[in-house]
């Protein structure tokens, strides 16, 4: 996997206060939890958001692989 994708900060909601929080995102799926930044709620990601992430991973791999960003892709 792209090592430029896997050092993107994936943005994660906690539960208890809704605050936003974001975490690299090789380190989410090494450790699959976070503290919330705000209330300092762990926040443990499950399997369907785990699985959302590699998705998004391997998008962004590939966008990076063509030498295109996110931003300027369009369908």
């Given amino acids: 996997m ?26 989410l799926l090494q450790n699959k939890s976070l503290n919330c930044r705000k209330c300092e709620h ?7 958001q785990l699985n959302s992430l590699r998705r998004t991973l391997a998008d962004m791999a590939n966008y990076l ?8 892709h369009t369908d």
């Fill in 2 to 27: 792209n090592s430029v994708a896997q050092s993107a900060h994936y943005p994660v909601t906690c539960p208890a206060c809704n605050t936003i929080n974001a975490k690299r995102a090789a380190e």
């Fill in 42 to 48: 762990t926040i443990a990601m499950n399997e369907n």
């Fill in 65 to 72: 692989r063509e030498g295109q960003t996110p931003a300027t």
